[in-house]
């Protein structure tokens, strides 16, 4: 199974400063308008040309169809695999395998986690429209690579942050989740909605707005 990652030590995050959220909601408009494209709706799945685009090269990707039911293999043994898929960690991993903290070998744990390419943020409240509002405000501030619909009831927006220390990628979480976003996918490890990938159920994780020329 994959490790729970708990990170002892760390401060708090801040509470939710609702007044400042609904002022930049005040602002907003429609998904449609803010990222300035129709999601990728056409019923084929374009998981796999996505993927070549964020993980560049042949790195080893932590999947999985559950949080328990998950592999790490070189990205080309998982061609033809992944939009069947639901999760996937938003880094390439350094190794097949690593420890938990308990000692128990895994293929889905910090130790094998390699350098964050990208981090996610998610929220669990507000509408699809406010949500993608919150999404485009953080865009001013660090690079959106992504938007991936989770199949329930919110989006998953994947900055790209490659090279960038810890202590700036936490000021921009503790910014986000000031205003609205879930901590949950603040560690590195944790697995996120797979871009055009399957939720249980059968639902697609719909790909709302791609933008590959913010990587590298």
């Not at 930049?24 to 300035?36: M, P």
Request: proline share 7%; hydrophobic share 35%.
């Amino acid at each position: 199974s994959g490790e729970v990652f708990k990170q002892p030590g760390i401060s708090r995050w801040p509470a939710l400063d609702k007044e400042k959220r609904s002022k930049i909601i005040a602002k907003s408009s429609e998904i449609s308008k803010l990222f300035g494209g129709r999601p990728y709706t056409d019923n084929v799945p374009h998981t796999e040309e996505i993927i070549d685009a964020l993980f560049p090269g042949d790195p080893l990707l932590c999947c999985g169809a559950s949080s328990s039911d998950f592999e790490t293999r070189p990205r080309s043994d998982w061609r033809g695999e992944l939009a069947k898929l639901q999760l996937i960690v938003p880094s390439p991993m350094s190794a097949k395998f690593g420890l938990t903290k308990s000692g128990k070998k895994s293929q889905h744990t910090l130790s094998n986690t390699g350098p964050r390419r990208f981090l996610v943020i998610e929220q669990d409240c507000g509408s699809f429209d406010e949500q993608a509002v919150i999404l485009a405000h953080l865009a001013k501030r660090a690079p959106l690579a992504l938007v991936v619909h989770s199949g329930g009831k919110s989006l998953h927006g994947w900055f790209f942050c490659e090279g960038q220390s810890e202590d700036s990628l936490r000021q921009f979480m503790n910014v986000a989740v000031s205003i609205g976003a879930d901590h949950h996918t603040w560690p590195p490890l944790q697995f996120v909605r797979m871009p055009d990938g399957l939720r249980d159920g059968g639902v697609r994780q719909v790909i709302h707005y791609f933008n590959p020329e913010v990587l590298k």
